[in-house]
């Protein structure tokens, strides 16, 4: 049986403290170092066992507002094999799309129903188990149901042929608790090496199509859970195939020139004529075009929002060194003079070469 923590005290937090104190019951396992997942927002939590105490709180957490924290509110290890919400994808056994009804499942009463996935879903034979309660199922178990059962699954199906127990084959992953596999311990997560073929294959298309991924479409491009990203982002960052920096996925064997859309091409043009251009704000259309400039090694952010095209920076650059060669004492003024570059571009961008003024 699923072991769960439930939240029955919640302190108040001291003002600007980073850290809500909690008392969560049955008391945490103080040798536990994962993640936790909050339900019922599923959000991924890590908690810090305080000194044992009788009553008052006995962790820390972070990484959730203070308000979105309830008492009854339950906890999951992250590295138990389990599925947890309200909404599950699966196999159905003896039961039919549109089977409903209500019981007492887990401790806790709740209505559920059988609903058809969505329409992209549909050939791979899967149903949808829709609860008003959240729930902790095992993947690839049967989960009782009257008149049936239910064998969850995750969202992504590698391969439909395979037999619904064996997670790894028809997901492409599992929980690495799930089965004792030789040099997996290491990991939460154990992944097919044909599924990460294929999640190698959608991440580079859609990275060198869009000019950098951001890090956020990861878990919808992929159908899986957020925090099943993040530990699949460490994976593939210890390959060396990626990179992942400011929220971006690159893929490293591609010219991200070759992607450039034609608000970028515009302005990589306006770029090359005007030298230096500014963009300040944050995630505007321009800035993302100017950054996919820089990312394909046509420009350079020296400063943040500032852009500079690529020959005029390495001619700035060479300008100034030469000038300093000539006169060593040089003042700011004359380079900025001689260089035709302004002074309050002039000192951020020579510091961004690593030229001392």
């Known amino acids: ?12 937090a001291p003002k600007g403290a980073k850290e809500i104190l909690l008392r969560l019951t049955p008391a945490l396992n103080r040798d536990y170092k994962g993640a936790y997942i909050h339900l019922p927002s599923l959000t991924r939590v890590r908690l810090k066992v305080l000194k044992e105490r009788e009553t008052g709180p006995n962790v820390r957490i972070r990484g959730l507002a203070r308000e979105r924290l309830k008492k009854g509110d339950r906890f999951l290890a992250l590295d ?29 009463e709740l209505a559920y129903r059988i609903i058809a996935p969505e329409t992209q879903l549909r050939e791979t034979g899967m149903a949808v188990l829709e609860t008003t309660r959240p729930l902790a199922l095992v993947p690839g178990k049967e989960f009782k149901l009257p008149g049936g059962g239910f064998i969850p699954l995750a969202l992504n199906i590698w391969n439909p042929d395979a037999d619904p127990k064996d997670l790894l084959n028809l997901q492409g ?30 991440l580079a298309e859609a990275s060198r199509r869009e000019g950098g991924l951001p890090l956020s479409r990861i878990p919808e491009l992929l159908t899986i859970p957020a925090y099943l990203a993040d530990e699949l982002q460490r994976f593939l960052s210890d390959e060396g195939e990626f ?26 043009s306006e770029l090359n004529a005007e030298g230096v251009m500014v963009e300040k704000i944050p995630d505007a259309p321009r800035q993302r075009a100017l950054r996919l400039l820089v990312r394909s090694g046509l420009a350079e952010e020296f400063e943040e929002g500032i852009f500079i095209s690529r020959p005029f920076f390495e001619e700035t650059y060479a300008k100034v060194g030469a000038l300093r060669q000539e006169e060593p004492h040089i ?12 002074k309050r571009f002039l000192i951020p961008l020579l510091q961004h070469g690593d030229l001392v003024l």
């Open 331 to 342: 003042g700011l003024s004359e380079l900025a003079a001689r260089t035709g570059v302004k």
């Open 80 to 108: 138990e094999a389990v599925l947890a919400g309200r909404r599950f994808y699966g196999r159905l056994v003896g039961l039919g799309i549109g089977d409903g009804g209500e019981g007492v499942f887990q401790g806790t």
């Open 243 to 268: 990179s992942f920096s400011e929220g971006v996925l690159l893929d490293l064997t591609w010219d991200y020139s070759q992607s450039l859309s034609p608000m970028a091409k515009g302005l990589l």
């Open 173 to 202: 992953w599992q929980p690495a608790g799930l089965t004792a596999a030789e040099g997996t311990a290491a990991r939460p997560f154990r992944f097919s090496p044909a599924w990460l073929d294929w999640v190698r294959g959608r």
């Open 1 to 12: 049986m699923t072991r769960l923590l439930k939240l029955v005290a919640l302190d108040r």
